[in-house]
């Protein structure tokens, strides 16, 4: 069956510019993550959501980061008033079960943001 | 604060070579820990998961060892090919009851031909 998938899979933005990134987990999957992966910070969870909820979003790095999931599907992370810290590779991961607890993450294959 | 650190940050060996990779961390209170595996331009994908009450977990040429106490765990590739080039993260599930990772820097392994 399809895996996770993400898009865009490359975004190049301007300083300032809003941008949006879409993660679409494996169907039937209830948990997702999203991380990101940057030069020197290595993977940092940003935040998790079961269903529609968000319990931790202990993970977003300023208020300029949000995060939504509607249908218990599809999720979209997006960053408001970029900064060229903000470039790195953003991961979603999902799972199946409503108690993830020792599940195995499928993660998507990432997308590369690079903020000018 | 759980610290994850892996050793090497990148190591080059010739095919057929037995290596062993390692990560180590600072809270023994984990769940559990998995390694990961990365190709450039992809995800992660999941190699092998250690529960906390397990030694070890085995998967073809992977073995995988933990020791709690000593907050260490090992990746062995046996007979390593060239299409085992990539990088290989840890990853640590901790106190939370919804699976969220803590993960090393990685390694990047090269084997070449």
């Known amino acids: 069956g399809a895996g996770v998938s993400q898009s865009p899979s490359n975004k190049v933005t301007e300083k300032g510019k809003d941008v949006e990134l879409r993660c679409d987990p494996i169907s039937g999957h209830t948990a997702l993550y999203w991380y990101r992966q940057s030069l020197g910070q290595g993977l940092e969870f940003l935040i998790y959501f079961q269903g529609n909820s968000a319990p931790d979003k202990s993970g977003l790095p300023s208020d300029r980061f949000s995060a939504e999931r509607t249908g218990g599907s599809v999720s979209t992370l997006t960053i408001q008033r970029t900064q060229q810290e903000d470039s790195a590779v953003y991961l979603c991961?999902?799972?199946?079960?409503?108690?993830?607890?020792?599940?195995?993450?499928?993660f998507g294959p990432g997308t590369r943001l690079l903020v000018l | 604060k759980q610290e994850v650190t892996q050793i090497p940050a990148a190591l080059s060996v010739p095919e057929g070579e037995n290596l062993v990779l390692n990560c180590s961390f600072t809270?023994?209170?984990?769940?559990?820990l998995q390694w990961f595996r990365q190709d450039p331009g992809k995800g992660l994908t999941s190699l092998l998961l250690i529960q906390s009450s397990q030694r070890e977990q085995t998967s073809g040429r992977l073995n995988a060892s933990l020791d709690k106490s000593s907050g260490r765990s090992t990746l062995y590739i046996a007979a390593s090919q060239p299409g085992d080039s990539a990088t290989y993260l840890c990853?640590?599930?901790?106190?939370?009851?919804?699976?969220?990772?803590?993960f090393g820097q990685g390694t990047i392994l090269t084997v070449h031909p």
């Open positions: 991961a999902s799972t199946p079960g409503a108690a993830p607890r020792g599940e195995t993450q499928y």
């Open positions: 990853a640590l599930e901790g106190g939370t009851s919804y699976g969220k990772l803590t």
């Open positions: 809270d023994s209170a984990i769940y559990n």
